[in-house]
């Protein structure tokens, strides 16, 4: 998979190619051959990646109520994650009075780099692996699971550079050939109340779209402090969202849901991207991220969508997103994911007094919705695939970022067929080896340097 030929791609093709991505709703009642088990309902699920999202949506998983599902292994390269994340939601299934939808013996709870390949050996074809670790890894772990014949769900971003995104792509149409249903957590989609949004911009209730912007501001993050009592690889897989090759930083961690949910109102995926961002102060902090980001995104229409970004303790904080019409104006999110609380208003001050439609509360979490359409969609082997419309995400997301760490203005084939790979060698990395970045002679490791480093966002020769 690391020997995939550069091609030029052309962000037409490429464009024309992702709007063949519908939802699996729009597809009921076309049949495919179901990879599914067969002489049982019972799914069976495998947990890779043991974090706070990885536990999460195993039990979103077990909640599901469409038929008998069980948790039967799990896999993490630190013990303590794999250890609390049981914990987690083995009190989850007792509180829920699910507990028979657990049974994961320690002998099925696997430590090490390829503890991946223990958990889903321990499916059949057609039961679930959650994909869960840092992005770097998931075409590894997507590769095998297609082998495998496995349904799939994988958080979010499923790629951090170029490279990794044309063999996402290239993984996601070998899924679809086999007709595996892979989710993707981009879980704004499944929401009830964005969906209906969505439907009202598009039936013309603020009138054309004139502009998005979106915020995601909120207290220092993706910080990292050395830590002598991890090798370097371990140290930095830990602190993944401090580095680029692992997470994409966390720009492409924290802000893909707002470019994401942001496109999808548009009905458009922006093609080019202008942005500024600095390092302020991130103290004693080892990572690679800007401490602000403000990105315009542009739209094949010339429309803008505006990003900003901000990760400063003590500064105002926002998470939202907006869009403007010539008739109107509309919320997308208000102070997170969940709940939406999306809202129409007559004209652009967003006052009670203008509020011209709102979805109903309390709203159902999109979070449980996306693995009820997944189950349902395994069960009753409907067509569902989000590979390409995450790998796109993704995409367009990096292109932002290197637009912001390069000082350069990045269009969508830029980022496309950009030749760097962060971690081209992520499948081969061992407990106490190399790891994919090194530090410079300082100690530190190397940053973005907008204006300096014009093609890469930071400079290769420093890699393992």
């Known amino acids: 998979m690391n020997d995939t030929p550069i091609t030029s791609t052309s962000r037409r093709d490429f464009i024309k190619s992702t709007s063949t991505v519908v939802a699996a709703s729009a597809l009921t009642g076309v049949t495919l051959p179901s990879v599914h088990a067969a002489g049982s309902d019972l799914i069976q699920v495998v947990l890779v990646g043991c974090g706070g999202r990885g536990t999460g949506a195993a039990t979103q998983a077990l909640s599901t109520t469409t038929g008998p599902i069980k948790l039967i292994a799990m896999a993490d390269v630190f013990p303590d994650k794999l250890t609390r994340s049981f914990e987690n939601i083995r009190k989850d299934c007792e509180k ?34 959650i994909l869960a670790t840092p992005p770097a890894f998931r075409w590894v772990h997507f590769t095998y699971a297609i082998e495998k014949n496995l349904n799939v769900f994988m958080e979010k971003p499923v790629t951090v550079d170029g490279p990794s995104t044309r063999r996402m792509l290239a993984l996601g149409e070998e899924s679809k050939k086999k007709n595996l ?85 548009k009905n458009a995926w922006p093609i080019k991207a202008h942005a500024i961002g600095a390092r302020h102060y991130r103290e004693d902090s080892v990572d690679q991220n800007f401490d602000n980001y403000s990105v315009e995104y542009t739209f094949p229409d010339g429309t803008k969508f505006f990003l900003d970004g901000r990760n400063v303790s003590g500064c105002t904080a926002e998470f939202a997103s907006y869009a403007h019409g010539t008739k109107g ?63 796109t995400a993704s995409l367009v997301t990096c292109m932002g970022r290197m637009a912001a760490h390069t000082g350069q203005v990045i269009t969508y084939d830029d980022m496309l067929n950009c030749p760097h790979e962060f971690a081209p060698t992520v499948d081969q990395l061992l407990m106490d080896g190399p790891a994919p970045l090194k530090r410079t002679a300082d100690g530190q490791y190397p940053y973005p340097k907008p204006g300096v480093l014009k093609d890469r966002e930071y400079d290769p020769g420093v890699k393992g």
């Open 96 to 129: 829920k009075q699910t507990a028979d939808r657990m049974d994961v013996p320690a002998e099925r709870r696997f430590i090490g780099f390829d503890g991946y390949k223990k958990a889903m050996d321990c499916l059949k074809p057609g039961d679930i692996v």
């Open 181 to 265: 249903k892979v989710g993707v957590g981009l879980m704004v989609r499944h929401c009830k109340g964005r969906q209906e949004l969505h439907e009202r911009i598009r039936n013309g209730e603020i009138g054309d779209l004139l502009m998005l912007r979106a915020y995601r501001m909120s207290r220092m993050s993706g910080v990292a402090k050395n830590n002598p009592d991890l090798s370097e690889v371990m140290f930095q897989i830990r602190n993944f969202h401090s580095f680029l090759w692992a997470s994409g930083g966390v720009y492409s961690d924290y802000y893909i849901h707002q470019i994401d949910e942001c496109s999808w109102m």
């Open 329 to 391: 104006s509309a919320v997308v999110s208000t102070s997170g994911h969940y709940p939406g609380k999306v809202r129409i208003y007559k004209g652009h001050n967003q006052t009670p007094e203008n509020l011209a439609w709102a979805f109903p509360q309390p709203e159902p979490s999109p979070y449980q919705l996306e693995w009820d359409d997944l189950v349902s969609a395994i069960r009753t082997n409907q067509p569902y695939n989000e590979v390409e419309r995450g790998a």
